[in-house]
T-cell receptor
Framework: AQSVTQPDIHITVSEGASLELRCNYS??????LFWYVQSPGQGLQLLLK??????LVQGIKGFEAEFKRSQSSFNLRKPSVHWSDAAEYFC????????????FGQGTRLTINP | DSGVTQTPKHLITATGQRVTLRCSPR?????VYWYQQSLDQGLQFLIQ???????AKGNILERFSAQQFPDLHSELNLSSLELGDSALYFC????????????????FGSGTRLTVV
């Protein structure tokens, strides 16, 4: 069965500190991986995606993620967080072949301390 | 603007009523996906249409139905509404084709917030 696990429901970091949000997936085929961010009351914005190639992918807003096939992980990182990064972050997995649904993790809520 | 348009943005209705949520996909995208986001269930996949035909179904209640029209817009119909149906309903679209491996993406609309009172 396809599933995505985000082990941390809520993370609090200080502004300027580094951040790592964990994501583990279970997928029967080669996955297509995504990270989305959702600010309160807003829709989902794509941060980055991994399709193939270099396993370290760069996204918007200074985020990056690393795909590790051996660990079935796709962790999101940022070297220095800003107060505006406070939001909910969702990891998702989909198929390489198109026209199939995304499966989402439960999300990680990020709080930034000033 | 993501290119996926959802209307209305907010909807308040009473229990037992029926509502229709509308989604216009990004230009060129043939697939439309509906998701429900509630506090206790997270983002749950409801249903997918591809080029007018139902392609996949998730945990969609029998009181809910959807369709995709020839112009590719989609409507999600929710009937006999209950308090527990209060949630944010998202529509997403993608350009991916069945069986075709490409670097496609999914684009989400800003959602419809449904409040059942």
């Amino acid at each position: 069965a396809q599933s995505v696990t985000q082990p941390d429901i809520h993370i609090t970091v200080s502004e300027g500190a580094s951040l790592e949000l964990r994501c583990n997936y279970s997928y029967g085929a080669t996955p297509y991986l995504f990270w989305y961010v959702q600010s309160p009351g807003q829709g989902l914005q794509l941060l980055l995606k991994y399709f193939s190639g270099d396993t370290l992918v760069q996204g918007i807003k200074g985020f990056e993620a690393e795909f590790k096939r051996s660990q079935s992980s796709f962790n999101l990182r940022k070297p220095s967080v800003h107060w505006s990064d406070a939001a909910e972050y969702f990891c998702a997995v989909g198929p390489l072949q198109g026209a199939q649904k995304l499966v989402f993790g439960q999300g990680t809520r990020l709080t930034i301390n000033p | 603007d993501s290119g996926v348009t959802q209307t209305p943005k907010h909807l308040i209705t009473a229990t037992g009523q029926r509502v229709t949520l509308r989604c216009s996909p990004r230009s060129g995208d043939l697939s439309v996906y509906w998701y429900q986001q509630s506090l206790d269930q997270g983002l749950q996949f409801l249903i997918q249409y591809y080029n007018g035909e139902e392609r996949a179904k998730g945990n969609i209640l029998e009181r809910f139905s959807a369709q995709q029209f020839p112009d590719l817009h989609s409507e999600l119909n929710l009937s006999s509404l209950e308090l527990g149906d209060s949630a944010l309903y998202f529509c997403a679209s993608s350009v991916g084709r069945p069986g075709v491996v490409t670097n496609y993406g999914y684009t989400f609309g800003s959602g419809t917030r449904l409040t059942v009172v």
